[in-house]
C-alpha cells in the first residue's frame, strides 16, 4: 500500500485532521505536565504567553504545586499565600452536608467564615498536591516481554512498582504513587504530599451554588455558581498533620494569580487538573459495551430510583436534607450517560471505529514488526461476544437489586454474625455487636425507609421483567412465596429487617445470645444480598475477571501496535486521575444545530429564569437585590455580571474545580461541567461539540465580596487585570 492510500484509507486520522481544520481552536489531549514541552510552540501559536516550565518544572517552582487533588475525585487550586483553595460547589458538597443540620442549614443559607475562627474543620477531607512526576518505565518493565499475559507480568511488575516507590518514598520524604499510562505500556510516578487538616471558609446558598440543578446539569446554557472555598492547614513545619487548633494555614510559595480582566472568544486557555477516566483508544467492540449495554441498563435502573427520590424528598425537609447530596451523585452519572449515548450516535463513533479498525488490519496483516498485532482485533470480537450477556447480568445485579440502599448494607450482617463465630462471652459479645451498629450511623443519618421501600418495589420490578433468566433460585422461591407480589415482598422485608434502623441494630446487640447468628441469618435483606452476592461470586465474576484480565493484554497490545503504526503522531494517555494539563479556546457552541449560542451567560439571565415556587430556580432574594441595584463591586463589566463561560478544553471527571487559565497562567475560572452533546468525549473528542464548562471568576469574587460579605479573603488574593 503507498504512503497515500494509507493516508486516504485512515477515516480516522483523516477526520482528525480534517476536524482541526475548520476548528482551529479546539484540541485534544490531556498531557503530562512534565511533557509540555513538545506541545510549547502548539500553545504558543494559539496563544500561550509564558514557558511551559513556569506551568511544570523539576525545580519545585512550577505552578503544578498550586493544584491540588481535592479530597478523592475533584480537582482545586490555591488562590492566596495562606493557603486557601477554590474548588466546586458539587465538590466541598459531601463534606457541607457532615457539617450542616436543619439549624444550621448551609444548602438553604450559605455559610462564609468572616474570619479564620469561623472556619470550619471538614474530618476526613484531604487534599494532595503532585510535587514532581517521573517516567520510570524502564525501572518497571526492563526485559519483560510485552506478549507476557498480564496475569504473569502483573506480580513481576507489582514487586518492582513497590521498590521504585519505597526507594522514591525515602529520598524525598512524600508519597510515591506508581500509575501505568497508554494500557500499561508506560509507567509514570508521582511524588505526593496529601494534607488532612482543611477547613471550610466559603459556600453559597444552593440558589447560587446548584442552580438550575439537575435540569441544567450538563448542559450549555448554563447559571450554577458551582464554587466553595476551603483552607489548607499544616503544622509549625507547613508539613501535613492532623487536625490540631494549634495548626497554621498553609503557606503556599506557589498560587494562582486571579485575572479579572475577562476575556473574548477565541482565547487562549488551559485547565489545570485531575481527570479521572478516558477510554480514547479502545475497539469498536469494547465501546459497543458502553452505548448499547452499561449505559442504558444503568440510565433505566436511575430513572426509576431518581423517580421515587425525588418525591420523597418533595414531601419533608428533612428527606431532602437526606438525600440531596446521593441524589447528586446518582442524577450525575445518569444525564451524563444519556449525552454520552447521543453524543456517540450523532458523530457514529462506531462506524469511525469500524473504518479506523479495517485500516489498521490491513496494516497489521502486513507489519512485520508488530507480528501479534495480526489477531487482536478477531480476539476482542470473539472476547467481547462472549463476556457481553455476563456484563449485561452483572450490570443489572450492580444498578437495580444492590442499587436498593438496603441491600446494600448486607455487609453489616455478616459483620455482625461474625461476632458469633469468635465464640465470644456473651457480654463482650454485645459490646462488639454494638460497636458494629454504631458504625452504621453514617449511613441511618442520611437514610429514610419509606423511600428505600419504594425504591426496592420499582427496582425488583425491574429485575424480575429483565432478568428472568438469571435470578437466583432463592430469591424466586421468596418472591413466588409472597404470591409474586412485590408491594406485599417489600411490606415484610422492611417490616422484619433488622438493617432499616441503628435502633433494631442496636436493640438486637443489647440483647444478642450465643447462638442468636441464625436470626441474622434469616434476615430478608441480607438473603437477597447474600443470594445476588453468591450467584455473582459463581458464576459471574470469575468469568468477568479472565474477560478483563485478557481484555487488558489485548488493549496494552493493540495500543502498542496503534503508537507503532502512527509513529509521528504524539498520543495522549488515557486519564487516569493523574495531573493533567488540556489546551483549547474560548469558544460558543450550536448546541442543537441551528442557533448558535454564545460563550458566556450572564446574572441578567440567571434572574430572568427566577422562579420563587422552583427547588432549583429560585433566585435568593439577596442575589436579587445586588442585581436590581447593579451592586457588582469591582466585579461587573459596564453593568453585566458575567457568570459562566464555555471554551474548547478536553475535561473529563475529575477535572470538576480545576483552575482554567488565560495565556499567562492566570485564573479565569473553575472548571465544573461539560456541555450535554460533548460528554462523549471520554471516549471520542469531537472538537465541534465538546465544551468544558466554568464559572467565571468574577462571578465568584462578586459572590464571595458581596452577597458572602468576605471580603477580607479577596484582600488575601492577588488580583490583575483590573
Ligand atoms: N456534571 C458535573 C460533574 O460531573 C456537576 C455535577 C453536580 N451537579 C449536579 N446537578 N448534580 O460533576
Ligand atoms: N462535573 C465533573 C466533575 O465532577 C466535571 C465535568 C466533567 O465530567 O467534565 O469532575
Known amino acids: 500500500m503507498s504512503k497515500?492510500?494509507?493516508?486516504?484509507?485512515?477515516?480516522l486520522l483523516l477526520f482528525f485532521i480534517l476536524s482541526n481544520c475548520h476548528n482551529a481552536f479546539a484540541k485534544e489531549g490531556m498531557w503530562i505536565p512534565a511533557t509540555l514541552k513538545a506541545h510549547e510552540k502548539d500553545m504558543r501559536s494559539m496563544g500561550l504567553e509564558i514557558p511551559v516550565e513556569q506551568l511544570y518544572n523539576e525545580n519545585g517552582t512550577g505552578l503544578n504545586n498550586a493544584v491540588i487533588l481535592f479530597g478523592r475525585g475533584c480537582t482545586g487550586e490555591v488562590i492566596s499565600p495562606k493557603g486557601l483553595i477554590l474548588t466546586n460547589h458539587h465538590c466541598g458538597y459531601g463534606s457541607v452536608q457532615g457539617v450542616s443540620t436543619t439549624d444550621k442549614d448551609y444548602f438553604a443559607n450559605g455559610f462564609f467564615a468572616q474570619n479564620m475562627n469561623e472556619e470550619i474543620p471538614i474530618p476526613g477531607l484531604t487534599v494532595t498536591f503532585i510535587r514532581r512526576m517521573e517516567n520510570v518505565t524502564d525501572q518497571v518493565l526492563h526485559g519483560i516481554k510485552n506478549t507476557l499475559k498480564d496475569e504473569v507480568r502483573d506480580s513481576i511488575?507489582?514487586?518492582?512498582?513497590?521498590?521504585?516507590?519505597?526507594?522514591?518514598?525515602?529520598r524525598t520524604h512524600m508519597d510515591a504513587m506508581i500509575k501505568p499510562n497508554f494500557k500499561g505500556n508506560q509507567y509514570w510516578i508521582a511524588i505526593a504530599e496529601t494534607y488532612r487538616d482543611i477547613r471550610l471558609v466559603g459556600f453559597p446558598p444552593n440558589g447560587i451554588g446548584t442552580f438550575g440543578g439537575d435540569v441544567e446539569n450538563w448542559i450549555w446554557p448554563r447559571h450554577t455558581g458551582d464554587f466553595s472555598m476551603f483552607r489548607i492547614y499544616a503544622g509549625a513545619d507547613n508539613k501535613p498533620t492532623d487536625y490540631s487548633a494549634k495548626n497554621q494555614p498553609y503557606r503556599a510559595d506557589q498560587y494562582f494569580k486571579i485575572n479579572a480582566g475577562g476575556y473574548k472568544e477565541g482565547d487562549f486557555t488551559m485547565v489545570y487538573g485531575f481527570p479521572g477516566t478516558t477510554e480514547e483508544y479502545i475497539s469498536s467492540y469494547e465501546l459497543k459495551e458502553v452505548y448499547s449495554i452499561t449505559d442504558p441498563i444503568s440510565i433505566a435502573a436511575r430513572t426509576r430510583k431518581l423517580d421515587v427520590w425525588s418525591k420523597h424528598m418533595?414531601?419533608?425537609?428533612?428527606?431532602?436534607?437526606?438525600?440531596?447530596?446521593?441524589?447528586?451523585?446518582?442524577?450525575?452519572g445518569w444525564k451524563k450517560w444519556q449525552g454520552e449515548v447521543l453524543g456517540l450516535k450523532l458523530n457514529d463513533v462506531t462506524g469511525k471505529k469500524q473504518q479506523y479498525e479495517k485500516t489498521f488490519q490491513k496494516w497489521a496483516d502486513t507489519s512485520g514488526k508488530f507480528p501479534f498485532a495480526g489477531t487482536l482485533?478477531?480476539?476482542m470480537r470473539a472476547a467481547t461476544t462472549a463476556a457481553d450477556p455476563l456484563i449485561t447480568q452483572d450490570q443489572y445485579n450492580k444498578e437495580a437489586v444492590l442499587g436498593i440502599e438496603l441491600i446494600q448494607q448486607g455487609p453489616t450482617i455478616e459483620k455482625m454474625a461474625a461476632c458469633f463465630r469468635l465464640g465470644l462471652p456473651d457480654s463482650s459479645l454485645d459490646d462488639t455487636l454494638k460497636k458494629v451498629a454504631e458504625g452504621m450511623a453514617w449511613f441511618y443519618k442520611n437514610y429514610d425507609v419509606a423511600t428505600d421501600k419504594d425504591v426496592f418495589i420499582t427496582l425488583m420490578s425491574l429485575y424480575f421483567t429483565k432478568c428472568a433468566d438469571w435470578i437466583p433460585e432463592d430469591v424466586k422461591a421468596t418472591?413466588?412465596?409472597?404470591?409474586?407480589d412485590i408491594m406485599a415482598w417489600a411490606e415484610d422485608v422492611y417490616n422484619t429487617s433488622l438493617l432499616t434502623s441503628k435502633d433494631k441494630l442496636t436493640a438486637f446487640a443489647a440483647k444478642a445470645k450465643r447462638g442468636d447468628s441464625t436470626l441474622l441469618l434469616a434476615d430478608p435483606a441480607w438473603l437477597i444480598y447474600n443470594a445476588i452476592n453468591v450467584a455473582r461470586k459463581q458464576k459471574i465474576l470469575p468469568q468477568l475477571k479472565s474477560f478483563y484480565s485478557n481484555m487488558r493484554y489485548l488493549d496494552r497490545l493493540y495500543m502498542e501496535a496503534q503508537m507503532g503504526k502512527y509513529s509521528s503522531k504524539i498520543f495522549y494517555p488515557?486519564?487516569?486521575?493523574?495531573?493533567?494539563?488540556?489546551?483549547?479556546?474560548?469558544?460558543?457552541?450550536?448546541?442543537?444545530g441551528s442557533s448558535k449560542y454564545s460563550y458566556q451567560t450572564?446574572?441578567?439571565?440567571?434572574?430572568?429564569?427566577?422562579?420563587?415556587?422552583?427547588?432549583?430556580?429560585?433566585?435568593p432574594k439577596k442575589l436579587k437585590e445586588l442585581y436590581a441595584a447593579k451592586d457588582y463591586g469591582r466585579w461587573g463589566v459596564k453593568g453585566v455580571m458575567p457568570v459562566a463561560f464555555i471554551a474548547s478544553n478536553h475535561t473529563s471527571g475529575g477535572n470538576s474545580g480545576s483552575p482554567v487559565l488565560n495565556r499567562k497562567g492566570e485564573l479565569i475560572g473553575a472548571n465544573f461541567d461539560r456541555a450535554y452533546e460533548g460528554t462523549m468525549s471520554d471516549y471520542y473528542f469531537d472538537p465541534k461539540r465538546c465544551r468544558n464548562i466554568s464559572v467565571d471568576i468574577r462571578y465568584i469574587l462578586f459572590i464571595t465580596e458581596k452577597f458572602g460579605g468576605a471580603k477580607w479573603l479577596i484582600d488575601e488574593m492577588s488580583i490583575v487585570g483590573k
Not at 493533567?580 to 442543537?592: C, E, H, M, S, W
Request: hydrophobic fraction near 45%; proline fraction near 2%.
Open 4 to 11: 497515500m492510500t494509507a493516508f486516504l484509507t485512515n477515516g
Open 157 to 170: 511488575i507489582a514487586i518492582r512498582i513497590a521498590a521504585v516507590e519505597r526507594d522514591f518514598k525515602a
Open 314 to 332: 418533595a414531601w419533608t425537609r428533612d428527606n431532602f436534607l437526606k438525600y440531596t447530596s446521593k441524589r447528586a451523585g446518582v442524577a450525575n
Open 377 to 379: 482485533l478477531d480476539d
Open 479 to 484: 418472591y413466588k412465596a409472597h404470591n409474586q
Open 574 to 592: 488515557d486519564a487516569n486521575l493523574t495531573l493533567r494539563v488540556t489546551y483549547g479556546k474560548i469558544a460558543g457552541l450550536k448546541p442543537d
Open 602 to 619: 450572564t446574572l441578567g439571565e440567571v434572574v430572568a429564569l427566577d422562579d420563587p415556587k422552583s427547588d432549583i430556580f429560585k433566585v
